[in-house]
């Protein structure tokens, strides 16, 4: 018997509604990062701590991308065994673009200048 069927009328809709708080939550999140990403804009929250806009960005890109992977093809899509590699991969991503955000925290490396040579 499928899940659906067994939760009734009330735990149908709870569910559409917890999709869709997610999807808006995942939406909002690749906003942000788009945003990081084309102006360089970072929520006030963040602000005093990031240091590289841009590439904070793109972390916020790809933790979206890799939640939603993971969200869609994963609890939210039910019991189904055979998608849980793709599930898992999507939190793989989720991490990676968590470990970019972290790097758009830390200062990045100093320019160094090349030595020259006078002969």
């Not at 999807?23 to 906003?31: E, K, P, Q, R």
């Not at 793709?86 to 970019?100: K, N, R, S």
């Amino acid at each position: 018997m499928p899940c659906s069927a067994r939760t009734g009328k009330w735990g149908t809709k709870m569910h559409w509604m917890l999709v869709a708080l997610a999807a808006l939550a995942v939406s909002g999140l690749a906003a942000i990062g788009i945003a990081g990403i084309t102006t360089g804009w970072v929520p006030p929250w963040g602000r005093h701590r990031v240091l590289r806009p841009k590439l904070w960005g793109y972390g916020a890109l790809v933790g979206a991308v890799g939640m939603s992977l993971f969200m869609f093809l994963g609890p939210f899509r039910g019991p189904d065994a055979e998608m849980t590699p793709y599930a898992m991969t999507g939190l793989a991503v989720f991490l990676v673009g968590t470990v970019l955000q972290m790097a758009g925290q830390r200062p990045g490396r100093t320019a160094v200048q090349p030595a020259t040579t006078d002969r």
